[in-house]
Nanobody
Framework: VQLQASGGGLVQPGESLRLSCQAS????????KGWYRQAPGKQRESVAV???????NYADSVKGRFTISGDYAKGTLYLQMDSLKPEDTATYYC?????????WGQGTQVTVSS
């Protein structure tokens, strides 16, 4: 499956953004699907992931501020990001894992700065 991420941008602290990821096909049945991020000089980290059982796992740093959702049959995945902080600045990637493959979007830049 091919993934196209969008929705990044430059915002001020406290503002919101919604990232979107459009897959080339359904992402209804997957091993996992989610969002990751990588800040300059840091390793890529998990932000919000939905497991095959539908459990949503969030990084501690974003709990209560970020929400993952989507229309999986239509191949869309969203990340609603509220109360953004400067430390949320990173390139955000969507990911879909099946039992046969792992797919990554191209990344979308989120910059939180006053």
């Amino acid at each position: 499956v091919q993934l196209q991420a969008s929705g990044g941008g430059l915002v001020q602290p406290g503002e919101s953004l919604r990232l979107s990821c459009q897959a080339s096909g359904s992402i209804f049945r997957t091993k996992s699907k989610g969002w990751y991020r990588q800040a300059p000089g840091k390793q890529r980290e998990s932000v919000a992931v939905i497991t095959s059982g539908g459990i949503r796992n969030y990084a501690d740093s974003v709990k209560g501020r970020f929400t993952i959702s989507g229309d999986y049959a239509k191949g869309t995945l969203y990340l609603q990001m509220d109360s953004l902080k400067p430390e949320d600045t990173a390139t955000y990637y969507c990911n879909v894992e099946t039992y046969l493959s792992s797919s990554w979007g191209q990344g979308t830049q989120v910059t939180v700065s006053s």
